[in-house]
């Protein structure tokens, strides 16, 4: 094996982020998340959503905060709206249900919502024989890799405001989509038109660790009471306190993403020079080129991937995926091979 | 401060740990708990049981390995007998209800369960107005600082067996319950005296961490679709799997609990010398003097702990907690200034 | 068998209800409970508890209205506290907690709950690590046969209101306990006093069916819907409405029970005057005289009724409910049959 | 108004039923469907299904049987496979996410489920990501009037018991899709053709009620649990079990349906002979002709009904439903008053 373009969580953490566990590591700090790195951590991330009133808190994975963010928001008769690929409604095994809820999906070509997409959703969901959609679930970059513009997102959140519902954005990868080259969005943007959002540390080089951020001040009260009975508190909340603080101390959090969008870029660029298609546009760190089965066949005996989906006779589309950790040399290599492939 | 009582989660990790989260960093490995480092930690964890067979787990945090794993025994009427004291009854926001399912809780003064306060309760739990108990929980070491015996749990145990009862333990201070003075039990004897048990690794040395261990067979199967979808599957399993691994691999995990004992018989001993009497007798690393309110405010000038229960006219009984990681000098000098207080 | 006083449902419905159904049986009317009988019925309680305001909605039994009438007042997190012998605590097989909330038990020597009993509970309940008590659950009468006088319920009103708690009450027994002897409230006191109750009929005349009451108007918005997500939404809504429209038309709700409580006086009458002691006070349709158990053996022959509780040296508590539908003849065979055991 | 074909649940019962409930009305009676009568009726329906071993229960309403049923099969991590026009995919509010299980929905032009269509699904729900289904859901008659041929349903129950899935069939309108000219099934082979059914009384003539029958023996311990934790249990079970006594006691069950199915008929020949087309083929006691909008606004002056879905160019479906209760002449007026319009 040469290399695996899996997923961005194949290595450990960025060094940094060791270190820093280290440094403090024999300190005596309180428990649950209100230790000095955790609130230094926070600090240091309303800063950067431009939001001193936001909440800011820690958990340990993704589906873990998808699952208590979105409980946290619902009434029992509430509902999710999320795109057929969410990875609510595909990947997490039913994890929102198991609160209660069900998920309202909608099909989307690129894995993106837009107001077009809901206004049939919200026609048909008027009586109490329906559920009652309250949350709008977007992912960015989304399941797809494809990110928001800035005129979507005011477009989608002007529109749930307008119809009384929360919108809320998992941010996985959000830091990809971020430093994306077709981005022009910030992390304050995104704060701005949200109502709650998460800013992924496992897929941009922490150990572990979600910052959730919640601008909606109605849905701030309580929020450790939620964090706690999912069992989402963690006793040392300071081990991913402290990483957010490395993360955010400087510009450390978006040099990883752009280094992972970057070693994207240079796949896809490589991938469209040879002649190969893909199915959905390559934005973030997660690529999916069409290739022949027979070359997906070949390039799977010296690289890690996953085939996405049948593409046309013969075809398949894949699923590359770069981190912070990917070496401009696997990505040489992976077009070498392909080079020959094609 | 001279130094914290309040709990064995204080500190970061032991540093062999951070050293080897250091040495397999920057590997590529699968995710979601099925890398290399995960599996040896299996294998020496099913070692140290004694149970080849033995289904093991990682998550991040006790409260979320007792929510999924007594949802993962029970059908949607059954419910879990736990002590009034027991944690789950008391301290964990209502997360096993929020799986849906009740606890009936028994009154046991030093927060034990024995076969003789549970008669009642099975007697009275017949027919479909009541719930069906299915599991009993238990905590080694308890809520109060207390160990079980082998011939209790033997005894709890085989009364369980008889009345199609599974037994759970709590395992997040196993390391200073086995290590105890007046321990006769082993980890190997834990596994055959239950049904599933965690070995917890948050309060004896890890950053954050419990190993879930399944010694039944009929409750093994489908076990990570629970996890998943308690959002309790890590992407970077690795972080969990690298921590056990050197817990594991030598006697590390049971020198880190001796000290905690070394160190809380130290503060017993010394108190008991002062002429302080004990709400329950001091076995672990969790130990209940009973102190005048005078004394207890003197000393939390200084030191960092619990108030627990008042204790009659003008005394408390007081929690301290000692860690792996407690320093004799810190002990010594609470035993200095309690002299003074006597 | 010369008479069941088992329990008050063991009749089917005072023959006016039935007529009532007969009488507009085939006209066509809109389904799910918004049928001309159901509005006029609606009205007829409106104006019964004297808010014009109370939103008003029936369902087909006690359990399911307790579930969901809970389930609607709680944020996830939140807990409702109830007396040890709560019917929703003990003989609805974890209804509650299966819609994700804990009942916080609080022990009660006659059934009823007080502000001194709270306290405490309050007072401990304070952080993230416990469930956050919101609602207080009281039935009236009480599972003992005790009633509230109007200032304990305007004592207990009165704290929940300064603690921010919700007043539930299930009034499975409401119509016995209104018409006691020693009864001082109505039925515009009981909404005045609480935020949400309801009105049982399956305990006092109907076939099936009781009504929800919800005075505090924060709580009305959306009620069909969590009722229908419970599966408590009738397509025949008409079949509750037409009972609960005869049973309010004129005084008949509260004839069947002033009834009900001759009986169970007479009993009550007889058994002291034969020198037998009670549990608790006699005060509603079902007494809890104490036996020998030698007496209760016998009276089993030929009368219907649950052996309580232990009360004594072979002596036991028996419950003796009686109902609507109860002879006098039945009591005084009763009465006549236990003259010869005392 | 001249009629309501709204639904089948507009009227009251048939007057067989209002008789039987009057005659035994003032006997005493076990509570808890544990009575004379409803052990009667469920030995007739024993009798029906030709399976003396299945278990009976009843409960008053179907979104109520198809949670409680559908929660009773399933795991946590397990999910129900329906059809996108299933009613509990659709029409009950969120009631199966509620306790907990996702619904896989799978597109289905007639509302049907067959072996083809699940395939896919079960191909991609193979690890622990994604939900892991297991039972699956039909309505018979289907949503939109459809009913399975006997073939088509040995068909789907055989690719059931191959794959290891549960076959649950909602019954609300299954008089009717038995009675069905087209039918070739009967209700034993209902029976042996799935796991768990219900027999629907509130649609066919009852005041209310639905009888749910449990085939597999592995299905049916504890089930009373599971009706009362979901508040399902009746006090006075009576009522609902003198209705079935009465509907099974001959073949009254039946003709009321057939009488259904004749006024449903009568109007699906008249429109076609008036040139109109069908959403789907007419084959029981709903049926979907397509009219023009200008139509359908003059029929609404005069009688009541839902227009379904948008059919093209000024063009809509409709439902028309009738029931035991529907006339003839009223049938004839709509014909009538159509032919005006055509």
Chains 1, 2, 3, 4 share one sequence.
Not at 81 to 99: C, R
Request: hydrophobic residues 45%; glycine residues 8%.
């Amino acid at each position: 094996m040469k290399y695996q373009f899996f997923n961005d969580y194949s290595e450990g953490a960025h060094p940094r982020i060791l270190e820093r566990l280290a440094a403090s590591n024999l300190q005596q700090m309180t428990g649950y998340g209100e230790d000095a790195l955790s609130l230094q951590a926070q600090a240091l991330i309303q800063e950067a959503v431009g939001n001193s009133k936001a909440a800011v808190h820690f958990v340990s994975g993704g589906t873990h905060a998808n699952l208590l963010c979105l409980a946290s928001m619902l009434r029992p008769y509430e509902s999710v709206i999320a795109a057929t690929s969410g990875h609510i409604h595909v990947h997490e095994a039913g994890a929102v249900e198991a609160t209660g809820h069900k998920i309202e999906a909608v099909p989307s070509r690129d894995g993106k919502l837009r107001p077009e997409l809901l206004h049939g959703l919200l026609a048909l969901h008027q009586d109490e024989h329906m559920t009652k959609p309250k949350v709008v679930f977007i992912s960015h970059a989304s399941e797809v890799g494809t990110i928001y513009a800035k005129a979507e997102l005011e477009a989608l959140y002007g529109f749930c405001q307008q119809h009384g519902l929360y919108l809320y954005l998992d941010g996985a990868r959000i830091g990809s989509a971020l430093t994306a080259n077709a981005s022009d969005l910030s992390l304050a943007d995104i704060a701005a038109l949200t109502d709650m959002f998460y800013i992924g540390g496992t897929k941009n080089g922490a150990l572990l660790g979600e910052a959730i951020v919640i601008n909606n001040p109605a849905l701030q009260p309580e929020f450790r009471r939620h964090i706690k009975q999912r069992g989402a508190l963690l006793a040392k909340g300071r081990v991913i306190g402290a990483q957010f603080l490395e993360l955010f101390a400087d510009e450390l959090y978006f040099e990883l993403a752009q280094h992972a969008n970057r070693m994207a870029e240079q796949l896809a660029d490589g991938l469209q020079t040879l002649g190969f298609d893909f199915l959905t546009p390559p934005q973030s760190n997660q690529i999916f080129p069409i290739l022949p089965d027979t070359a997906i066949e070949q390039l799977q005996q010296e690289y890690g991937f996953y085939v996405w989906v049948a593409a046309g006779e013969g075809m398949s589309a894949i699923r590359l995926v770069t981190s912070w950790a990917t070496e401009e040399q696997a990505v040489q290599a992976f077009l070498e091979d392909a080079r020959g492939l094609a």
